[in-house]
């Protein structure tokens, strides 16, 4: 992803030219250097927000002391969004995006307090994480894709052979 000063970063797990990437790593044109992210597996998925911030998720253990597995990038730290101690937080994000109202959205599996639920879609009020519910999701959804007009895009694994790949939810 670019970010608003035109440094570019990038998530995984490895070694990237000598900085150890877990998380989330920024090239400013002449080095890279750790964002200081801490998750307790890889960073998979992010994207940049509106105003210049980055969203990212990964993964957590469900026992971690981690509140969540989900941040948002401010242009100076990190902020986690929600709290596994007290709700329903996303454990293992596939994709992540932000809807039209600039509301993050995340697809992944969701576990604390709460029952574990895989394949579950969920968006970050600014307080808790609120699952999405109606529609036939794909079985195994990984990817996202906002559409302008707020709607949401959801692709992965079909449940049965006669059903959609990709569902749209509005």
């Known amino acids: 992803a670019v970010l608003s000063d035109g440094s570019v970063?990038?998530?995984g797990e490895g070694l990237l030219a000598g900085v150890q990437?877990?998380?989330v790593a920024r090239f400013d044109?002449?080095?890279w250097t750790s964002m200081?992210?801490?998750?307790d597996q890889?960073?998979?998925t992010m994207t940049p927000l509106p105003n210049g911030g980055l969203l990212a998720g990964g993964a957590r253990n469900p026992s971690s002391l981690l509140p969540s597995s989900v941040a948002r990038w401010n242009g100076t730290a990190w902020q986690?969004?929600?709290n596994a101690a007290t709700q329903d937080v996303p454990y293992a994000v596939a994709d992540v995006a932000v809807l039209a109202d600039g509301s993050p959205v995340v697809i992944g599996g969701f576990y604390s307090p709460f029952p574990l639920t895989t394949g579950a879609i969920a968006r970050f009020d600014g307080t808790a994480w609120q699952r999405l519910t109606g529609g036939?999701?794909?079985a195994s959804p990984i990817a996202l894709?906002?559409?302008p007009d707020g709607d949401l895009l959801v692709a992965g694994q079909a449940r049965l052979v006669t059903t959609s790949r990709v569902a749209r939810w509005n």
Do not use: E, F, I, K
């Open 9 to 11: 970063a990038v998530c």
């Open 42 to 44: 890889a960073t998979s």
């Open 145 to 147: 894709a906002p559409l």
């Open 80 to 82: 986690y969004l929600g």
């Open 36 to 39: 200081g992210l801490q998750m």
């Open 29 to 31: 044109g002449v080095a």
């Open 21 to 23: 990437l877990r998380t």
């Open 136 to 138: 036939d999701l794909p």
